[in-house]
């Protein structure tokens, strides 16, 4: 290993040591930037050592701060991706796979921007509602007195008659939104341990605080990294040259680990959120090029 491949290893090494304690996406980076020096199946495999390592330090880091139910909720979708990707590797070559990725997580950082874009036109909408109301008369004293508690006006009507439609439209949502994400996120987390911004989108909608939400991507991804380590064995992604050469990164993955730590208990919710879709946007833009 030369001396410019060693420092692009380390550089993977901290980049995927922030991935698992400060900026979930950031791993995806790791291996981008490995696929410039090696084929992408081994940078896969390296990477999912790193990972193993991170998960563990990210874990102890992190410790108390997970949400079991989040988990429960996306592992059987994720099973289901692992053995989708599984397959995948078995048949594709190193530039269908990194296209692969890139296409998917385009497509997840597209659909984000463009519901926040829908977010920000409602609420933009219902303050101008808001507005409208204040500016009308209000009733006399007289007509609210007529009105007893049992009344019910249209809008009483209205909104009861939609309640229940709402709710399943909800409940509909959330079981597409886990079975879409848990699905990609098995496929991308096994073909290239890319499946960082898919979960840091989830995680994110979710509505965890920062500690909590790192704290569940640890437990995540070492339960998913754990399954998927026999894949890469028997896969040749993993082998024992390949181990060794990168066995002396180990060090900077749980120093990074510690170094994220200390920053995430200091930044704000909002920054963090900003931080995980940039580097969601990089990591497609690196795959593409």
Same mark, same amino acid.
């Given at each position: 290993?030369?001396?410019?491949? !060693?420092?692009? @290893?380390?550089?993977?090494?901290?980049?995927? $040591? &922030?991935?698992?304690?400060?900026?979930?996406?950031? $791993?995806?980076?790791?291996?981008?930037?490995?696929?410039?020096? !090696?084929?992408?199946?081994?940078?896969?495999?390296?990477?999912?050592? !790193?990972?193993?390592?991170?998960?563990?330090?990210?874990?102890?880091?992190?410790? +108390?701060?997970?949400?079991?139910?989040?988990?429960?909720? &996306?592992?059987?979708?994720?099973?289901?991706?692992?053995?989708?990707?599984? +397959?995948?590797?078995?048949?594709?070559?190193?530039?269908?796979?990194?296209?692969?990725?890139?296409?998917?997580?385009?497509?997840? @950082?597209?659909?984000?921007?463009?519901?926040?874009?829908?977010?920000?036109?409602?609420?933009?909408?219902?303050? $101008?509602?808001? +507005?409208?109301?204040?500016?009308?008369?209000?009733?006399?004293?007289?007509?609210?007195?007529?009105?007893?508690?049992?009344?019910?006006?249209?809008?009483?009507?209205?909104?009861?008659?939609?309640?229940?439609?709402? #709710?399943?439209?909800?409940?509909?949502?959330? &079981?597409?939104?886990? @079975?879409?994400? $848990?699905?990609?996120?098995?496929?991308?987390?096994?073909?290239?341990?890319?499946?960082?911004?898919?979960?840091?989108?989830?995680?994110?909608?979710?509505?965890?605080?920062?500690?909590?939400?790192?704290?569940?991507?640890?437990?995540?991804?070492?339960?998913?990294?754990? @399954?998927?380590?026999?894949? #890469?064995?028997? &896969?040749?992604?993993?082998?024992?040259?390949?181990?060794?050469?990168?066995?002396?990164?180990?060090?900077?993955?749980?120093?990074?680990?510690?170094?994220?730590?200390?920053?995430?208990?200091?930044?704000?919710?909002?920054?963090?959120?900003?931080?995980?879709?940039?580097?969601?946007?990089?990591?497609?833009?690196?795959?593409?090029?």
């Amino acid at each position: 290993m030369t001396v410019g491949v !060693m420092a692009v @290893v380390a550089i993977a090494a901290v980049l995927y $040591g &922030l991935d698992k304690s400060l900026a979930p996406g950031a $791993g995806i980076l790791a291996v981008a930037t490995l696929t410039a020096v !090696m084929p992408a199946k081994e940078a896969t495999g390296i990477t999912l050592i !790193m990972a193993i390592v991170a998960d563990w330090s990210a874990i102890w880091a992190y410790r +108390g701060n997970v949400s079991r139910r989040t988990l429960l909720r &996306l592992f059987p979708f994720v099973a289901i991706g692992i053995v989708a990707g599984a +397959g995948f590797l078995f048949v594709a070559d190193n530039t269908v796979t990194r296209l692969t990725i890139g296409v998917i997580l385009a497509v997840f @950082v597209g659909m984000y921007f463009l519901s926040l874009a829908r977010k920000r036109i409602a609420e933009r909408r219902t303050v $101008g509602r808001s +507005g409208q109301a204040e500016a009308k008369p209000s009733k006399t004293d007289a007509s609210n007195a007529m009105m007893t508690d049992d009344t019910t006006t249209a809008d009483d009507s209205d909104a009861r008659s939609s309640a229940v439609p709402h #709710a399943v439209g909800t409940k509909t949502f959330a &079981l597409v939104k886990r @079975v879409v994400c $848990g699905a990609l996120a098995g496929f991308t987390t096994m073909v290239a341990n890319a499946g960082g911004p898919i979960t840091s989108i989830y995680f994110l909608s979710e509505n965890l605080s920062v500690v909590r939400f790192l704290g569940t991507t640890a437990w995540f991804y070492l339960i998913i990294n754990m @399954v998927k380590l026999p894949f #890469a064995i028997g &896969l040749n992604m993993i082998t024992w040259t390949n181990f060794t050469a990168m066995a002396w990164t180990i060090p900077l993955v749980v120093i990074a680990v510690l170094c994220g730590r200390w920053v995430a208990r200091r930044v704000s919710q909002s920054a963090f959120s900003v931080l995980v879709y940039a580097l969601s946007v990089v990591a497609v833009i690196r795959l593409f090029l």
